[in-house]
C-alpha cells in the first residue's frame, strides 16, 4: 500500500523549498507531482511561459518538472501539471480539477475543495510514499503548507 500526501502552499516560493526539502530526503522524481493554476505573464509566479520551464519551482526540481507543460480546462482555464497527477488530470477528460483528482482516489469534496484552492492560487504538491516514509514526508512539507493530508491509496 502507498500513502499519498497532498500539500498545498501559498507560493511557488514555498513549494520549490518543500520539493528541494523532499528530494533531499531520499523522495524520488516520479512520486512527485504538482499542480497550479496558471498566471499572467508574471513570470515571477508562473514558472512555465511559453511552454519553456523557468524559475521557481522550475528550477528546484529540474528533472521532474523539466516536461512541465500547461493544460487547458474547460470552466477553469490554464493549469500547470507535473508528474503522475498531470497524466490522471489528462485521462480524465473534461472532468476538470476536481473530476481528475477524484480519478486519482481522491473523495469529491477533497477534490473540490481543492481545486477550488488552485483556482484561487494554491500550488498543490503531492507526493506518493511507502507509509514507513510518511510520516517523515508529511513533517517536511508540512513546514510551510497552508495544509497537509495524507491517506492511503
Do not use: N
Request: no cysteine; hydrophobic share 50%; charged share 20%.
Amino acid at each position: 500500500m502507498t500513502t499519498v500526501i497532498s500539500a498545498l502552499y501559498p507560493s511557488h516560493a514555498a513549494a520549490e523549498e518543500a520539493v528541494d526539502r523532499i528530494r533531499q530526503a531520499g523522495v524520488q522524481e516520479e512520486a512527485i507531482s504538482a499542480l497550479w493554476r496558471k498566471a499572467g505573464t508574471d513570470a515571477s509566479e508562473d514558472p512555465v511561459r511559453d511552454g519553456a520551464p523557468v524559475g521557481a519551482l522550475a528550477g528546484a526540481a529540474a528533472g521532474l518538472f523539466a516536461g512541465v507543460g500547461a493544460i487547458v480546462i474547460p470552466g477553469f482555464g490554464p493549469v500547470v501539471a507535473a508528474g503522475w497527477l498531470a497524466s490522471t488530470l489528462l485521462g480524465a477528460g473534461l472532468g476538470g480539477i476536481a473530476g481528475g483528482l477524484v480519478a486519482a482516489g481522491w473523495a469529491e469534496s477533497d477534490a473540490t475543495r481543492y481545486a477550488r484552492l488552485v483556482q484561487d492560487g494554491g500550488r498543490l504538491l503531492v507526493v506518493r510514499v511507502e507509509p514507513a516514509d510518511s510520516e517523515r514526508v508529511l513533517d517536511l512539507l508540512d513546514q510551510d503548507a497552508m495544509e497537509v493530508h495524507a491517506r492511503p491509496l
